[in-house]
């Protein structure tokens, strides 16, 4: 069982936008933060991954407000997982671009390239924005740094991704439909490969829900509970379908996620509860039955506990941002 794949399944990745930047060195760049990105992505309280992959040259990225930057090289991808801003250039230090502006212009006019720089070695970036759902990406967001490296052309799946990429950018301007589609789909692919690699990569004593997908154990469990979260889950049951005993279970439950597997699936409960209140106009009884609750009074008292709302207030404040 695939975990990662059925938490991406609720969480929904979409919305990708591409720009295909040519910049000389020196060049500098500010990238907005998540919510600013949203805000001209018109996507309202979703949540902005950003994402660039370096096709060419070289640059460094580093964090708004820190001054120790990642080395970039051809072939690596930089993910922003909590959409952070950020800033992004190669050669010495000069005045960064506002980035907000040259999105506006490729929102507007399509994927072009964008030019910049002081004539020196120049650098090749194709740059991505992903969107996804606030309250259910958090549950693998969190594990990530903030900041994450990985290089796609050390195999050849990454070089066919890249190259692929590559062709849908150079086409951006054909006219040919489904054009968009294609890119966007492409994100969703490189960001699914650069997490796949990642978890890979974790050290074997590693903790964090991360770390627990590739568990055997821990890993088909968390895909049973997101597979049917509004089943009447024990522990037992649970262990039985893992084909494990309860106290093994729990024991490497608690182990990666400092919980038990009955206290996670509660608040993956209540994440599903809080995007369905602010994505449809089911009832609140409605919404309570579908994530596993047998009545409106039980999940109204365990929604308040978890966001310190009632469900209704809740839908009603999102409703106003």
């Known amino acids: 069982m695939d975990v990662l794949s059925e938490v991406l399944k609720a969480v929904k990745l979409d919305g990708a936008v591409f720009y295909n930047g040519e ?71 000069v005045t960064p671009m506002d980035s907000a502006g040259e999105l506006q212009r490729v929102l507007s006019e399509g994927v072009t390239v964008s030019r910049c720089g002081g004539g020196g070695a120049l650098t090749k970036i194709i740059c ?31 070089q066919w991704l890249e190259q692929s990429i590559r062709h849908a950018i150079d086409r951006a301007d054909t006219g040919r439909p489904g054009v968009e589609a294609v890119r966007a789909k492409l994100s969703e692919v490189l960001f699914i490969e650069t997490l796949r690699r990642y978890i890979d990569r974790l050290p074997p004593k590693q903790t964090g829900w991360l770390a627990g997908v590739r568990d055997p154990d821990v890993g088909k469990a968390l ?8 089943h009447p889950w024990t ?26 597997p009955i206290a996670y699936l509660t608040r993956w409960r209540l994440q599903l509860g809080a995007q369905l209140l602010t994505s449809t106009n089911n009832s609140v009884i ?10 409106e009074p039980a999940f109204n008292r365990a929604f308040k506990r978890e966001f310190d709302l009632p469900p209704a207030r809740f839908r009603s404040q999102s409703k106003k941002r």
């Open 23 to 93: 910049f000389s060195a020196p060049w500098c760049a500010h990238e907005p933060d998540s919510p600013t990105m949203a805000s001209y992505l018109s996507v309202g309280a979703k949540h902005v991954i950003i994402f660039h992959l370096i096709t060419e040259g070289r640059a460094y990225a580093r964090m708004e407000g820190v001054d120790r930057p990642v080395p970039l090289t051809a072939g690596d991808i930089v993910v922003f997982p909590r959409g952070d801003a950020h800033i992004m250039g190669n050669g010495p230090p």
């Open 128 to 158: 991505g924005y992903m969107t996804c759902d606030l309250h259910l990406s958090h549950i693998f967001l969190s594990g990530l740094p903030p900041i994450l490296k990985i290089n796609i052309r050390n195999e050849e799946s990454g």
């Open 223 to 230: 895909a049973l509970l997101h597979r049917r979260p509004a």
């Open 235 to 260: 522990i037992a049951a649970l262990a039985n379908e893992v084909g494990t005993s309860r106290s093994v279970l729990a024991e490497r439950f608690r182990r990666y996620l400092s919980e038990t």
């Open 286 to 295: 409605e919404i309570a039955a579908e994530v596993g609750y047998e009545s």
